[in-house]
Nanobody, 118 residues
Framework: QVQLVESGGGLVQPGGSLRLSCTASESIFSFIAMAWYRQAPGKERELVAEITNGDRTTYADSVKGRFTISRDNAKNTMYLQMHSLKPEDTAVYYC????????????WGQGTQVTVSS
């Protein structure tokens, strides 16, 4: 069973920056894609950013130009660098990974809280 562990969340003022990390229990070479999702109170979970094993990236319109997703295969870690944070970015951020086995299997981390507030 693949374990995904997020870290880096916390409280930050509007306009500030944070970097989230997601470390996997095995080589991320095996993942066809990894992604960050977030869920704010009372809202559905939404895709924030995705990166494929070919390093193709996709972003939600609400974070384009402010967030950057990346992966370090040597460290089995994916990152989300967040700049110019807004109160509406407040949410629990989840790491997600898709692994190709006989079928595609999806794994989730436990989530890390990001709170943007003055």
């Amino acid at each position: 069973q693949v374990q995904l562990v997020e870290s880096g969340g916390g409280l930050v003022q509007p306009g500030g920056s944070l970097r989230l990390s997601c470390t996997a229990s095995e080589s991320i070479f095996s993942f066809i894609a990894m992604a960050w999702y977030r869920q704010a109170p009372g809202k559905e979970r939404e895709l924030v950013a995705e990166i494929t094993n070919g390093d193709r990236t996709t972003y939600a319109d609400s974070v384009k130009g402010r967030f950057t997703i990346s992966r370090d295969n040597a460290k089995n870690t994916m990152y989300l660098q967040m700049h110019s944070l807004k109160p509406e970015d407040t949410a629990v951020y989840y790491c997600n990974a898709d692994q190709q086995r006989l079928a595609v299997v999806t794994f989730w981390g436990q989530g890390t809280q990001v709170t943007v507030s003055s």
